[in-house]
């Protein structure tokens, strides 16, 4: 019988938003689903995951995932799906669940459909869709060994709502890592900002190369990142300018979003790029240049000077705003 | 230090809006659109350079070895790494559509079997398949301790072990692996400081990027080594785990609309998109 085991992704004993996509997809295949939550003092974060649905949370607290070390979690998390007979193994496309899926296949002689974007359980044979070519075409493709991992796409799986009722909790042990031996991790520098997080926001606003300096994006863009209270994200040529930390780059190789907003300040909408936002539900551009190819992907586009439109849009964002 | 760089070609990646789909969506097209070494995979060849180089001078008995996957065409590409400054290579025939990353990952673990490197390098992901996972997977069959999407190396006088600096959601994971060990490398791996061996003084200066060829090089390279032997050699099973059944192009947006003015601009976004 088919089931699927979920992979929730916690870190500092916090749930991360990340999880709920994939017990959307758990949903959508259709599979009973149980979630197995790693880490240590991960008690808190086992509780919030009783109320959506699943059969059972399976809860591996060990000093062992204190940190995420790759080599550390993969074996317990294959260990956990070999001994409960799962068929299908998910957990969200992030950085961790990149990083881990590949090597829980291995483990488990499972073929990996990554980064998928949609599932259909057909007669209990799930068939996924997944961007390739930087979002420029769709796969279909399945799975054709007996165990199968999946790694889900955040801005495609909306976050999952609690279904109430509450699963039954069990312990399960954490397996030996020996391959954890010769990796020691040794800190994480997080990027800390009090602004909802890129891949979670309604609306993001976005700057590019054409802000000129780190200066411009605090004094220039960030007022009207605040007026929509949104997540705010960068091109990668903002971003290797070194005008804003790496990890507001939104495109292929950063972050996927696909907010119900999406404003693109000074952006020329570079292939890559678009593959990270061009999913959103409405796309606004802002840039000088009215041949930017960001103008293709843009509900609304506004050739101006973003230095003379950017400080007139947040003033009438603000008052639209107070408005409401 | 012996380090192993698999590389990939893919179709240019700065045209990949200009993919095709076959008609019945049998196969993505990408007639017309140049073949390009993955993006991803000269940063890799770029890293391993770095590490194995004292400034502009490369240590003795040190080596670079570029491993790659596909038709015979791909020796093109295997010579772009070469012309960089890598020293030999190896390509392991096979159609592009007989591959995925699975059996690359197992393939190529193969290859580390005989070759037997220090350190492996891949680039994150291929810019065509975007799958994010023969590093990963190379790490586990082999045992070997692994560093995905690195933004920086730092290789250990002793060079006994590597420090990496990992990008991931939320900021930066530092490792320190002991070797023989697998990175996959991020985008911003050639930043100039991003890659540190403790032998090229702190002074000497990379550019950011991954270093073009001079045309001595690209002639010296010719005379470089490919060896080339079919993938089945390898002896691994290249029955694929995962079947792909078509293809086909995403929706197209809805052309939208230039406005005049951020009052339309506005006025738009509350009353027609409804999204202020």
Redesign the interface.
Known sequence: MSKTLVIAEI?GGRLKK?THSAITFAREAGFPFDILALGKGVGAAAEELRGFGAGAVLVADDALFA?????AF?PTVADVAKAGGYTVVAVTA???G??????V???LG??????VSRVANQGGTL?YK????????????????PVQVVSVRQSEFAAAAPSGGASAVSAVAASAA???A??????????KSERP?L?EAR?VVAGGRSLKSAENFKTVLEPLVDAFGAALGAS?AAV?AGYVP??LQVG??G?VVAP??YVAVGISG???H?AGM?NS????AVNKD?EAPI??????????DLFK?VP??TD??KR??AD? | MKILVSLKRTADPDNANKVKVAPGGAKVVTDGLEPKVNPFDEYAVETALRLVENGKTRIAGDSVVVASFGPKEAATNIRQALAMGADSGLLYTTDDDSLDGDLVARALAKVVEAQKPDLVILGKQAVDGDSNQVAQELAELLGWPSATFAMSVDLAADKKTVTVGREVDGGVIKLKLTLPAVISVDLRIVGGKAVTNNVTPATHNYNDGPRFAPLPMIIKAKTKPIAEAPIASLGVETALKVKYTGFELPPARKAGIKVKDVGELVDRLRNEAKAL
């Open positions: 870190s990340t940190n995420f070390v790759a080599e993969a992030s950085s961790f990149k990083d881990l899926s590949p090597r296949a291995v483990r499972a073929g990996l459909a990554p980064d068939v997944r961007p390739i070519y930087a979002g420029n075409a769709i796969a279909t493709m399945q799975v054709s060994t020996p391959n954890a010769r990796v020691q991790f040794v800190s994480f520098e997080e990027v997080e891949t609306v990668r290797d790496n990890d292929q190789t972050k119900g907003l570079a292939i890559q678009l061009k539900k409405v796309i606004v009215a103008f293709q992907v843009a509900d609304y586009g506004l050739v101006a439109a007139e849009l009438a964002v639209a705003r409401r």
